[in-house]
């Protein structure tokens, strides 16, 4: 008899699911697209659906990840030159403009960097000492191994619903704390010594656009109006409040909703691997410019090997010898 291992996972992460009342503008949340869902943030949290197991599978993953890259964070920051540290892990927003638009959040840490300084006083020869010295705001991203090669630059962000928020994220973090930089740094899930960081700064046009979002946010919880939604056929279905807000979404067709969970899990699944099988369709392009048809090789651990057949097509096989 084989354990059905999918039923103890939804039992475990059935109690890891948990809503909470939100009576602020998350600095998280607030370059969502759709200022309807962010409304109903606030206004209908206990109108959500439930968080999928998938999701919250991902979001408990991240949890346990945590505190194993805080510890190599710290050792690879030690090696570093010059070395750098994050410190004032989950720091609360405590900036009085920010208040005004009733936007708050507790940020990963700041990036401090280990620089030399220079003194010199009047009869006294000049010295110098190390300082550690704050660059920026930082927080930390886990990236799946698909997504993680794909997001080298501030414009990469944009790639992605989930990557184009956490622009504004740390753009409010970083000015919550009157400071100028921002930096992600991402981490590969699938290997957590392959890490990078991400550096901007501020664009105040940006941040005020966020700020204008959080007004109107403002504005409908008094008046008890939500605001339009973005009524997108591709992300409205994604939405925990999709059933509660029923969006006047538009598909050119008879758009039916189904619960079924076996074919909503394929369809995950499907999306997850679509970015690497764009890629390893361009590195098969790349491999095969690199081959001549009917002449083995090998190269490294791979031997590349060629069979003619009947109606005079080369076929090639590769196989890993160790």
């Known amino acids: 008899m084989i354990p059905d291992i999918q039923s103890g996972v939804s039992v475990v992460l059935a109690t890891k699911k948990r809503t909470f009342p939100q009576s602020v503008n998350r600095i998280s949340s607030m370059d969502d697209p759709c200022l309807r869902r962010l409304y109903y943030r606030r206004a209908a949290w206990d109108k959500a659906a439930p968080t999928p197991d998938s999701l919250q599978g991902v979001f408990e993953t991240g949890n346990v990840l945590e505190p194993v890259i805080e510890r190599i964070v710290s050792e690879i920051g030690h090696a570093s030159t010059p070395p750098w540290r994050i410190v004032g892990a989950q720091t609360p927003t405590n900036d009085a403009f920010l208040k005004k638009y009733n936007i708050s959040g507790s940020i990963d840490g700041f990036l401090q960097m280990q620089l030399v300084s220079f003194h010199q006083e009047p009869g006294k020869a000049p010295?110098?000492?190390?300082?550690?010295?704050?660059?920026?705001?930082?927080?930390?991203?886990?990236?799946?191994?698909n997504v993680y090669p794909q997001i080298n630059s501030y414009e990469d962000l944009a790639k992605y619903p989930w990557t184009r928020g956490y622009r504004g994220?740390?753009?409010?973090?970083?000015?919550?704390?009157?400071?100028?930089?921002?930096?992600?740094?991402?981490?590969?899930?699938?290997?957590?010594?392959?890490?990078?960081?991400?550096?901007?700064?501020?664009?105040?046009?940006?941040?005020?656009?966020?700020?204008?979002?959080?007004?109107?946010?403002?504005?409908?919880?008094?008046?008890?109006?939500?605001?339009?939604g973005i009524n997108d056929p591709d992300q409205c279905p994604k939405c925990q409040w999709f059933s509660y807000c029923c969006p006047d979404v538009t598909t050119g067709g008879n758009l039916e909703i189904v619960d079924n969970t076996e074919l909503e899990a394929v369809l995950t699944r499907m999306d997850e691997l679509l970015p690497a099988s764009k890629e390893y369709s361009d590195l098969e392009k790349a491999r095969d410019l690199m081959l001549t048809k009917g002449r083995?090789?090998?190269?490294?651990p791979f031997m590349v090997t060629w069979k003619e057949s009947s109606n005079h097509v080369w076929r090639k096989r590769i196989v890993r010898m160790k």
């Open 127 to 145: 010295w110098t000492e190390w300082v550690w010295v704050t660059q920026s705001v930082v927080d930390i991203k886990t990236m799946s191994p």
């Open 296 to 300: 083995d090789v090998v190269c490294g």
């Open 169 to 228: 994220q740390v753009m409010l973090y970083a000015f919550a704390h009157n400071l100028e930089n921002c930096c992600l740094l991402l981490v590969n899930k699938s290997n957590l010594f392959d890490m990078k960081l991400i550096h901007f700064q501020i664009d105040m046009a940006y941040l005020e656009g966020l700020l204008q979002r959080a007004e109107a946010i403002n504005l409908a919880i008094e008046c008890e109006e939500p605001p339009a």
